[in-house]
């Protein structure tokens, strides 16, 4: 019933969402109970809530509403935001939920996960079911990255500053200079087609395809890195007005911002999922802001792609990179790549210039499900490329991602554009 | 020296520059000393601030920063933003500028207004110092209705909320159902040319003159009116998340909010700058936020027009309507107008679907005029068209105006969109 | 029909209500109608309000709620914290008060003082209505001393600082090395004779008088000097926890306090109702908050006294010292007197050790005036003794005054006590 | 080496730390590992910060600093709040901790505690660490009762509402009608001796012992019942200003403020250690802040009692009632006692009218043990009594407890007094 299409991934829909509820579990395996609780901002969610919640969107949606739930107190504190379907758990007092313990939700996830493979084995699921079950699948992806970006952010307030895992992969290499590559303009397409629909799965938000004019423009072949960034900092970007936004100056001023989220104090390390490791001048400089982004961008004489810019480039380049499956979770250095462009996708989302918003033509998904995406339509910037903490098939080039423009926990970093 | 130019205003600038300058005062005359000196908000100046910011610009920029100034204490206090001139008196505390006293603002504005006319007189202008006066001229008009607007919160919020004048022009008329007028797409350009260079004012976010691309889509005839919006009020909009932005249905729940900003608690009256009057249920709807426009447009199974189309469809049109110069300052119910387009200019801005962003190509002015808009590039929301509290001749197809989206205090409305 | 008594003030009512209430009018003299208008901070009100305000208390409690209003609307907008008689204009936005007029509210004064007169004139004063000028009459001299703490805090916001007036009595003077004075101890009685009742004005929370026991103490002979002052800043006093209460530590550190309010940054210059001057090392230290005040006393080795040691202390002095009536509106050094106390009354105000409680058996006033005083009673230090800024004719030996412990822009000091 | 005293409880040092220890373990025990680390506010701390913050308190300060600590980076995080010692983890993140695991935290207990008896067995204690080890253990028994009214309040929050035990014993009984007794005035005397020197242990706060003069007055002859506090709030006492402090009324209106903590919206149950329950109105109301305390005295036609009436009430009565160890762990029906005062010990915490504030002659101890008390002298209001969350050992006439006016985790409730 699930069909394959020649241009999107042909692996069967079941052996993905098996992967991607295993690859959750392994990504929870070295936090203990009381790590998997943290919650150290009101964004963020503790690892135990994003096990639960993930399990609480597959038994909603796919085992369906009429169908016997694990525990009727959970649609209240596992649902995240949907209003149309209860009253739900105020989001900055997730980290309150001792109860359920983390054995008892990863027996939710066990239970809900034989339900779905029960439904699977008597070939029930229709064609709607299937659809739900591959948009859960998605959105356990969203959550894996949130997972490892949140419990980055509780450690790091920890006076300790513990390490997530101590046997990451991490391969130091050089990096050459910058270089433009010119990138042809004109009446483009960009987005991608709806779904469910077309057979490949993109947000509702991606879509409709539809027409572009776009200026003749180039890109960095990539992103910009930590000693790039250390420049900035050290001329005295941070201290400069005129390279920012009045908004972004005002949030510096009032926050007493002077370099990357997780730098410290003296410019010489940074906290990684790893621990605390020396900055890599080499590798791409993240946990910036939008603002800090715009503003580097300024200061280096360029500015930041748009999003059609960046699809248009992205559009007929393979997505590989430096994913969560590489098993670094961290940035790494750019292969050197004299002709192209390198790290479009993985390592760092890249802030793009444009505001979320709707294409024209923008549907939502109809139901409870129409609160997936489309109201958090203000505020936000478009990030896009994925990143180290990103599985690699929940990326395309019509991804968009969105965030505040002061939001630094994301893996989140910069290429620069110019004018042709 | 000033040109004349087929498509631009052909009255020449001293004259054009004379009449804005007499009309502020005009506008400060109903005001006593104490009242202009309220601030309300912090986002509001006091009238007397306006009338001294705006001969600050004047002399600063216009007879230039050589010149012997009028008082050298008045750079740090009527300066309003431009950090790259020095340190400035906080925003939120221009309400406590007792001193200087009304008097001696209009003195300094008359000292000023006479240095710039021996200027003038002695034909001394450069092409240059020409462009300066332009944009101070502009810039007079923009603070004229922000002189309105922030009275008018003032007074609002004064427990017997006086009237501003009394002798304003009321002119009640019935409108009809609103209609759609069907509007072509296509490969299209918007914008204005860069300024200076091409003879007519512009502001240089309206540059430069671009291609975009839009469907075919169809606008609402006229303005949606006060009984329009009363339905919606009546009809649960403030009560229904479904209808809101995540971040506005939060705004609206943190601050109380259950109707436009000056509409009384029983939905019967509103404050006007001719005191409280009986809501005009044929008059458009006015002092609503982005997030307001927006859930009621979704309310009505419609959309916000963007920036592009909204342009497009008032390119052809004359700029008309209901001004400040028609002295209601109030909006008044549209025309009938059976085949086109009513209401596109004056009566309400528009609010637009679109952020405020750069266009392609975008390059701000050279040096401290370079702060004018540029550094206003995020978290704001685009407004076309202009109001009853704007003078006419500020006024284009190309002229953006931009707002936070929970600001009301300006006379913002809404005009439907949808697909075609 | 006013009684004279032995031991209060021989003066007639009248002579000294006629006194006070053009006294007020002296010290707004200086004000412009925008001046009059300033409110700095919640906490202070305009110049105007308080004219206003002190009237409304005359026009509703001695001519009564019978008499017809010279404004009906006045009263929503000149009762200060009255919640028994009706709803109030929010404090915070007293600076709005743009109308009525400076020019009206004198009208309104002179209007209500004719009727309080003519009343007189008709020898129509009940005991009760006596009772209700003389507490009127003290009313408006406390409200004397804050139109003068209230616009010298809004002028010291003014980019220009500017001054009150030019032309203050200031006589420089050198002070000697503060010396202890001891005092005995026991079963003392402190308080005033419950009024009315006694003849004597007091205010209700000043009664009953009642005993106390005390243990022999001894008094600095003086207030601290601005010169010991900035030997405690200077040597890390604002830097040093131990010294602080733990809410006032939090408190400095919160709001980067580093030096009295009105010190310069540099520790060299004060504001004064004359606008900057140097500081005066003779002079008592003044404007700075209880904590400050605490913590300097821990600082010298010493501590605050209590009221009642300060009360017992001076009820055999004069009340005699450096008040409105000097002229000066700043604290001048002390008088060398090598056998007594110096400055008990007048100069500044000093902090006590005790929070502002009812004494045993105390009774509010009843009705609307039981609001005046009791229901301020937590969160507040007692201070004691007068300042520069108060009438001599308003204080005595048992006088209380209140503030919070970080509030200073009072004419606020210190003065030293410590065990026997 | 430890002096036994005819006043003091003639249990050996010991064994009654012993006995403390062990009981704080029994505390934690119904909590899991993810329980214990709930911060449901600032002002609380998660039981392992409680478990392991007395544990840092005997090895820092009767192990001695020169010790080798169990793990050198515990005195960062589990310093409570002593400046002079170091930097401590900033108190509303102690519920980022996981790490130290729970498992951990309880082997440091296991480890000092076995140091300590290492210490004792070798006859090593000299009198003044006889005397840390005293204060220790009060420190200890203190920590005990935060431990359940915070996991109470983090359990509160929760949307199950769990219940902390659920063998709690529950005792339901009647109660007569409130009478008050007549207690003499006079020249009497509170306070404690000063401990060390007395052989009985006391806070430096409760001394030195001082002669106060108190008029004759009643005391209520047992707490206000959760029935009488459920009239003041049927009859409005929530709504009526007059009742209330200034302060106290802004507060409950700015929070929406209209019964006790955790009180169900309908009034007719509240949330226990042992889940939620119907309300008892014949047992103590429990769980209301000074400004309730105060108000609804004032409603019922009396006050507090101050803390030196209090005492001398007290003291010569024994210290019986319904303590921790009583385990019902929620106040209980007075017994009926028609002669005497009922309760004054346990059950509840009684607030008193006075401020805390240092006694006359009062000495903090020397070092960092001079912060235990001495800094929070404002700001804050005495209550007396203890609790049935208090050891009974911990307990005594003298004792002064302290919140601030707005706090209501604490079991704290109210004990009627007026004037004779």
Redesign the interface.
Known sequence: MIAADDNCPPLALRTRWHAARTHTLALAAPL????A??Q?MPDTSPAKWHLAHTTWFLEHFVLGADAQPFDP?FA??FNS?Y??IGPR?ARP?R?????P??ARVLAYRAHVDDAVDALLDRDALTETRCQLLELALQHEQQHQELLLTDIKH?FS????Q?AYRDDLVVSPREVGDCKWRAQVGG?ISIGAAAWPGSGCFAFDHESPR??????PFALAHRAVTGGEFLAFVREGGYRT??L??????DWIQAQGITRPLYWSEDESSEFTLGGPRAIDVHAPVVHVS??EA?AFARWAGARLP?EAEWEQAASTLPVAGNFAEQDALHPRCAQRDDNGLAQMFGDVWEWT???Y??Y??FRALSGAL??YNG?????QLILRGGSCASPVSHLRASYRNFFK?TDRWQFSGIRLAR?A
């Open positions: 203990s109970a009381e790590d609780m943290l150290s107190g209240r504190i935001y209003q149309s758990h007092q980290g309150l939920l001792s109860r313990s983390l509780a307030l920890h006076p300790q513990p009446d539809h027409r572009v004019w776009i200026e007005a005129s920012w936004q009045s908004e972004g100056w939008w603002f715009e748009t210039a444009s505001a918003q709707p024209p033509g129409g609160e109201k958090f339509m203000s505020g423009p004018d």
